[in-house]
């Protein structure tokens, strides 16, 4: 199908342009004026002008649906058909890949889907969670209530992810900064001592001989370099997509020190805001906890929830493969327990996660703290080392022409 580009007067008076696809000018045409439009051009892309699309959905941030909910459900709420609302949405969000989902959804609601199957359409870029409360939302005639749910669910955990890479930003900065560093100092730096390492005809500390090494390697023989860490590369994306790589990466990230705190309370947040989400919404236990498995990127938190949805459909209570599976802080399955007990699970699930977001905080702030010293130890450890290799031979001659 060819893409035209148009621009249009609505019923409104309001302009509007746009791209759309057809099978001639004709069918797009006939297409925009079936829509209400009233057609001003429409003459098929060059290559210079379509946008460009590389059929990449790129994933859609929490922020973005956060914004997207809360203004969709004020529209609906203001009495606006959810087709209207769709196409008033579809023009004002910045995010490319969510307008495009709207467009098709407007589209598929239009020939009589509902709107949840419309989302279900872009599982790979819209969250199951976001699909479950539209579609309950639908069914309990209560769908403005679910937007606005949805986006403080959104909101929450945009501010929760933020918070996790806010912890990780300065090391992984420090780290680059690091190789950066040595990498300039072995091709830049140490060839200049090398003939006089040379010359001097005498045995080399070991700290010389490696940062000799390292600049022969990287400035003679950097193609090797660039094919080790492809391979490293290659290899790691090859066992992390395996099962046995997921779960080992899965078991590294909870139990690795300073940063698996951070993991087990962040995911414990996760699961306590989106069941007291689904389940405050009219969804059913079974369905919540199907759905907040499909959000964890651990694959020892999904198998869990998977398990626990299992054992309640078999009549056991949430509380007990919570606890029995051993990878989630001991206070939730306690909580639970008594949400269980109270019959009001979505309001004690909402005060865990407000808990633990806390305790993200805090544990965010210490992760941060504790890696300024250790970074600053990295940091210390590379410049002796160069030290330590620049002028270990430099002593060494100084101190044999001592003992002349």
Known sequence: M???????????????????????????VSKLKADGFTVVSCNEAGAMDKDINLNIQKKIKPRDLSIFCKQFGSILNAGVTIISALDMMSEQMDNKTLQQVLRETKAYVEKGGTLADGFRQHSKVI???????????????????????????FAKQGSLNAKIKSALTYPIIVLIVAVIVVIVMVVAVIPQFSDMFADMGMDLPGATKMLLWLSDLFRYQWWLVLIIVGVIVGAYKLFSASDVGKHVIGK???????????????????????????????????????????????????????DARDQIMKGVPLSKPIRDCGIFPTMLP?????????????????????????????????VT???????????AGIVGIIVAGVYGPILQMYEGMDDL
């Open 334 to 366: 306690q909580m639970i327990k008594i949400g269980e007990e109270t019959g009001n699970i979505e309001d004690m699930m909402d005060k865990v996660a407000d808990y633990y977001e806390e305790q993200v905080d805090i544990t965010t702030e210490n």
């Open 127 to 153: 969250p199951e969670l976001m699909v479950s409360m539209i579609a309950a939302g639908e069914m309990s005639g209560n769908l403005e209530t679910c937007f606005e749910r949805l986006s403080i669910q």
């Open 252 to 306: 590294f990230t909870m139990k690795v020190p300073i940063f698996g705190k951070l993991t087990v309370m962040s995911a414990a947040a996760n699961v306590a805001r989106t069941l007291s989400t689904l389940m405050a919404s009219g969804i059913s236990l079974v369905d919540s906890v199907e759905a907040v498995s499909k959000m964890m990127n651990n694959v020892w938190y999904r198998e869990a929830l998977l």
């Open 2 to 28: 060819a893409v035209y580009k148009y621009k249009v007067v609505d019923a409104g008076g309001k302009n509007k342009k746009g791209e759309i696809e057809a099978q001639s000018q004709e069918q797009a």
């Open 369 to 379: 703290t504790a890696m300024e010293p250790l970074t600053m130890v990295v940091m």
